[in-house]
């Protein structure tokens, strides 16, 4: 069951059921699909909402999930208050990857920014 947006995230109601079937669809042609997901500290606050969008992205045959780190920059610049703490992001790639061990796919990935969390104790001694 594809699952409608919880919370205040600034986007429309279906929005992630819309870009699912159109994800389904590209699939059906052939063409890779890979989610991409922002982590926000509302997010990393909300096991429950990582727990469904995984869920969401697994029935929808996706193959990879790639972690991203918030940013205050662009269109983040105003959200500097959403980005979530070292442990937070830690918090979330551990919940990904129990999620990933027990339905097998997508297969997490975790952008650059990201990878370094293993050795580092805070984010911010690192930028």
């Given at each position: 069951?594809?699952h409608?947006p919880?919370g205040?995230?600034?986007?429309?109601?279906?929005?992630n059921?819309n870009n699912?079937?159109v994800?389904?669809?590209?699939?059906a042609?052939?063409?890779a699909?890979?989610?991409l997901?922002?982590i926000?500290?509302l997010?990393?606050?909300?096991?429950?909402?990582?727990?469904?969008?995984?869920s969401d992205?697994?029935?929808a045959?996706?193959?990879?999930?790639e972690?991203l780190?918030?940013?205050p920059?662009?269109?983040?610049?105003?959200?500097?208050?959403?980005?979530?703490?070292?442990?937070?992001y830690?918090?979330?790639?551990?919940?990904?990857?129990v999620?990933?061990?027990?339905y097998?796919?997508p297969?997490?990935?975790?952008?650059?920014?990201?990878?370094?969390?293993?050795?580092v104790t805070?984010?911010n001694?690192?930028i």
């Amino acid at each position: 069951m594809i699952h409608p947006p919880i919370g205040p995230d600034h986007r429309p109601s279906g929005y992630n059921s819309n870009n699912l079937e159109v994800a389904r669809l590209l699939q059906a042609e052939g063409i890779a699909v890979r989610a991409l997901f922002p982590i926000t500290k509302l997010m990393a606050q909300q096991q429950g909402q990582i727990e469904r969008i995984y869920s969401d992205l697994h029935e929808a045959s996706i193959e990879t999930v790639e972690l991203l780190r918030l940013f205050p920059v662009g269109r983040g610049a105003s959200m500097a208050s959403l980005i979530p703490t070292t442990d937070e992001y830690k918090e979330v790639i551990r919940v990904i990857r129990v999620l990933e061990a027990r339905y097998g796919k997508p297969k997490l990935k975790l952008q650059c920014a990201l990878k370094m969390l293993d050795g580092v104790t805070e984010l911010n001694h690192v930028i």
